[in-house]
């Protein structure tokens, strides 16, 4: 199973990943050059913290081996894919309860802030061939891919 590794000393918050996150679930076709960072329809699905000292972690969804979320949700909108060990959801069958968001003890699985009726998460970029696109957009190779054994 692959997983997004994060090396929090090589991170200066530029926020590329961010930007990438966006451009690749963004609802309206279109470049990086002519994206709305303010719309909250293409809000990014992971987070930048900063500790205020000028260091920064970034913050993304772990696929864990037992995921909480997928164990709140009481409406299988969340599932733990057995080929790729992703957890994914379904917005189609999502009950709303956020159930999964509080659940999830990095704070990772959150509600979508345009309409609050679905969830926002890392999907692993599932429909790009070339893999999660914030990978590719880290200049500073904080964050990569990496094969991992699940016991």
Known sequence: MKRI???????????????ACMQAHRA??????????????????????????????PVFCRHCAVPDCVGACMSGALKKEPDTGHVQYDEKRCGTCFMCVMSCPYGNVKPDKATRSKILK???CKDDPEGPNCVRACPKK??????????
Do not use: Q
């Open 122 to 124: 890392c999907d692993f």
């Open 28 to 57: 309206t076709p279109g470049t990086v050059y002519d994206l709305d960072l303010l719309d909250r329809k293409n809000e990014a699905r992971h987070t930048i913290v900063s500790d205020g000292k000028g260091r920064y972690t």
């Open 5 to 19: 590794f994060i090396d929090r000393e090589k991170c200066d918050g530029c926020k590329n990943c961010t930007v």
């Open 142 to 151: 904080a964050i990569w891919v990496e094969e991992v054994e699940v016991l």
